[in-house]
C-alpha cells in the first residue's frame, strides 16, 4: 500500500478546468511509439492519468455522499461528470483505438496483457460519442436518489432518526413497537414514491437512447456488453434465475415456517423477519463506529495480521466513514483510490448486526484493494464484479469464527453466526429478483408506471417466499424496489453477488478444511486483481466459476449442515 509517486502529471496538479489536465492527453495522443519498449512507458504514463482522473473523480462523490446536503459538494462533483469526464471520454477512446493499433502491440509480453487488451477492444466497439453528453446526465441522475433516500428520516420515541437508525426497532422483541416502526418507516417512503418513479422512468429513457446509439436493441443487452460480461451470457444469467428459484426458494419456505412456528404467531408479517425467534433482545454488537472499526482491526488481525493492518492504516489516513447521519447518502461501499492506494469506506452504521456484516464485508474489499494494490497498470486493479464480490463475501464467512470479539458471551456468537448463514440463503433470491426485475424493465423500456408495478409483483411473486402475510401491507410490497441502490445507480450489477456468495460459501468450505491452506488461495487470487480470466481467478482461489443448479443444491446443502451444527 504505497502511494503511487507521479513521474508523468505533475505532483501539485489540480482540476479545475479541463485546459488545466488537457496537455497530458494531447501527448499521450500526438506521442510517436516506435517499439515495444515506447509502447510500455506510453501505457504506464495513460495508467497514471487514469489513476489521477478516478482519484479526483472518486473523492468528489465520497466527499458529496457523506454529506447530500452541502450543495458545494454536489456542483463539484457535476461539474466533474460535466465538465471534465465527457472530454475525457473521447479522449480515452481516441488512445484505445491509438493501443490497438500500435504495431508493436504483439511483441507485449504473452498472456500479461490480455486481459487487458480484451476489455479495451470491448470499449472501443461501444463507444459512441453521442453517448458522452447522455452519460452526464445520467450521473447527475443518478446522484438524485443518494440525495432523496439521505433526507428520509422519522420521528420516534421523540427522536429524528434516520431509517438505518429506525431499523433497529425491528429487532425489537415487542411486536407492536415493530409494527409501529416498520409503518412509520414505510410511511416516509411512500411519500418519495411518485418521485423515485419519475426519476426511474428518466433513467430508463436516457439508458434505452444508449442502448440504441450503440447498436443494440435493449439497454440489458448493451450493458450486459459493457459490463464485459465475457465468461458467461445473458441465457446462463437467465438459467440461474431457475436455479435459484427450484434449489433456494423452498429452503427460504422452510426457515420462515420455522420462524413463524417458533415465534408461535398465526401469520407472519413483514415486520417478524428480524426479530429473535427465542425472544431475546437484538444483538448489539458495538455502540458506535469507532468502536466497530477497532474491533474489525482485531478480527482481521486474527485473520492474518496483514489485513488488519491494512485497516489501521485507514483509520490512520481517516480514510473510513461509518456511523449513520442525516443527510448522509444510503448504503455502504468500499472505493479504491488508485493513487492513494488507500480504499476508503463509507457505511451508515447504527449499532446492529447487519452493520458489523456490512463491516466485515466492506473490509473485505479493502484487503482486495490493498493485496491488488501493487499491480502495475489501473486496467489491471479495475475488478469486474463477480471477482470483488468474491473477496467481500468470503471475508464476511471467514470472520465469523472471530465474532466473539463483538459478543461477551457465546450464544450471542452463536445467534451471529446463525445470521450470516442465513443470509447467504436468503440473499440469493432477492438478487433474482432485482435481477430479473431489470431484465423485464429495459427489454420493455416504454412501460407505464403502473406496468412497472405489475413487472414488479410479478417478479416478486416468482421468487418470493410463501409463507410472510403482506395482507394490509400491499402498497409497501409493490414499491419495495425503490429501496435498491444497484437499481437506479448501477444497473445490472447486482446477479454478480449471487455468482460472488456461491463462491464465497466454497471458499469457506475450504476455509473449514483446512484455513491456512484456503487463505493462501484466497490471497494469491485477490492479488492477480483482473489480470486474468474470471474463472481462472475462481481456480487460483480454490474454487469453481459455476452456477449451475447441481452447484448450488450442494453449496446450499453445506449452509444447512453448518446451521445445524450450531443448533
Not at 513521474?7 to 479545475?16: A, K, L, R, T, V
Not at 488512445?95 to 486481459?115: F, G, H
Request: net charge negative; aromatic share 12%.
Amino acid at each position: 500500500m504505497v502511494q503511487i509517486q507521479r513521474s508523468f502529471i505533475s505532483p501539485n496538479q489540480e482540476i479545475n478546468a479541463w485546459k488545466d489536465i488537457k496537455f497530458y492527453f494531447e501527448n499521450l495522443k500526438n506521442r510517436p511509439l516506435e517499439s515495444v519498449i515506447e509502447l510500455e512507458k506510453w501505457w504506464q504514463d495513460r495508467s497514471e492519468t487514469d489513476a489521477f482522473l478516478e482519484e479526483n473523480s472518486a473523492w468528489r462523490y465520497i466527499k458529496m455522499t457523506c454529506d447530500t446536503t452541502d450543495k458545494a459538494l454536489a456542483e463539484s462533483y457535476n461539474f466533474f461528470v460535466t465538465e471534465i469526464e465527457p472530454k475525457a471520454s473521447e479522449y480515452s477512446d481516441i488512445l484505445d483505438q491509438k493501443l490497438l493499433q500500435c504495431p508493436y502491440l504483439s511483441e507485449l509480453e504473452e498472456d500479461k496483457y490480455d486481459v487487458a487488451l480484451r476489455n479495451i477492444k470491448r470499449a472501443t466497439e461501444l463507444f459512441r460519442a453521442q453517448n458522452i453528453p447522455i452519460f452526464a446526465e445520467l450521473q447527475q441522475l443518478q446522484q438524485q436518489f443518494g440525495a432523496v433516500s439521505g433526507a428520509m428520516t422519522i420521528d420516534y420515541e421523540g427522536k429524528t432518526l434516520t431509517l438505518q437508525q429506525a431499523a433497529n426497532f425491528l429487532k425489537n422483541t415487542d411486536r407492536t413497537v415493530r409494527k409501529e416502526v416498520y409503518e412509520l418507516i414505510a410511511a416516509r417512503r411512500l411519500q418519495d414514491e411518485t418521485k423515485l418513479n419519475n426519476l426511474m422512468s428518466q433513467l430508463i429513457e436516457k439508458r434505452h437512447q444508449v442502448a440504441e446509439n450503440s447498436g443494440f436493441t435493449n439497454f440489458r443487452d448493451y450493458q450486459f456488453a459493457a459490463l464485459k460480461r465475457f465468461d458467461y451470457s445473458i441465457e446462463d444469467n437467465l438459467k440461474f434465475h431457475e436455479a435459484i428459484k427450484e434449489k433456494v426458494k423452498p429452503l427460504i419456505d422452510k426457515m420462515l415456517q420455522k420462524r413463524k412456528s417458533d415465534l408461535g404467531y398465526n401469520t407472519l408479517k413483514p415486520y417478524d423477519l428480524q426479530v429473535d425467534t427465542t425472544g431475546k433482545p437484538p444483538l448489539k454488537p458495538f455502540e458506535t463506529g469507532a468502536e466497530m472499526l477497532e474491533k474489525s482491526i482485531t478480527v482481521f488481525k486474527k485473520i492474518r495480521p496483514q489485513y488488519g493492518e491494512y485497516l489501521s492504516i485507514m483509520k490512520r489516513e481517516n480514510y473510513l466513514d461509518l456511523d449513520s447521519r442525516i443527510g448522509k447518502a444510503p448504503g455502504g461501499y468500499n472505493y479504491p483510490l488508485y493513487e492513494s492506494n488507500i480504499p476508503f469506506i463509507f457505511m451508515n452504521a447504527a449499532g446492529n448486526l447487519r452493520d458489523l456484516e456490512t463491516m466485515m464485508h466492506e473490509g473485505g474489499h479493502a484487503v482486495h484493494s490493498s493485496l491488488s494494490s501493487d499491480l502495475e497498470l489501473v486496467d489491471f486493479k479495475s475488478l469486474p464484479s463477480e471477482v470483488a464480490e468474491l473477496a467481500s463475501m468470503s471475508m464476511e464467512l471467514i470472520s465469523m469464527d472471530f465474532r466473539n470479539e463483538f459478543f461477551e458471551n457465546s450464544d450471542d456468537t452463536v445467534r451471529a453466526m446463525r445470521s450470516q448463514l442465513e443470509g447467504a440463503i436468503e440473499v440469493l433470491p432477492w438478487v433474482a429478483i432485482v435481477d430479473k426485475f431489470q431484465h423485464l424493465l429495459y427489454e420493455n423500456p416504454n412501460h407505464s408506471t403502473a406496468e412497472r408495478e405489475k413487472i414488479w409483483l410479478s417478479v416478486l411473486s416468482e421468487f418470493n417466499d410463501t409463507v410472510t402475510d403482506w395482507t394490509g401491507y400491499e402498497n409497501i410490497r409493490k414499491t419495495l424496489w425503490q429501496k435498491q441502490l444497484h437499481i437506479f445507480e448501477v444497473p445490472f450489477y447486482y446477479i454478480e453477488y449471487a455468482i460472488a456468495q456461491l463462491g464465497a460459501v466454497a471458499v469457506w468450505r475450504n476455509y473449514k478444511m483446512n484455513p491456512e491452506k484456503a487463505l493462501n488461495n484466497y490471497e494469491a487470487a485477490l492479488k492477480l486483481g483482473y489480470s486474468k480470466p474470471i474463472p481462472e481467478i475462481y481456480k487460483t482461489a480454490g474454487i469453481r466459476f459455476d452456477f449451475s443448479k447441481e452447484y448450488i443444491g450442494e453449496l446450499m446443502d453445506f449452509v444447512q449442515s453448518e446451521l445445524e451444527k450450531l443448533g
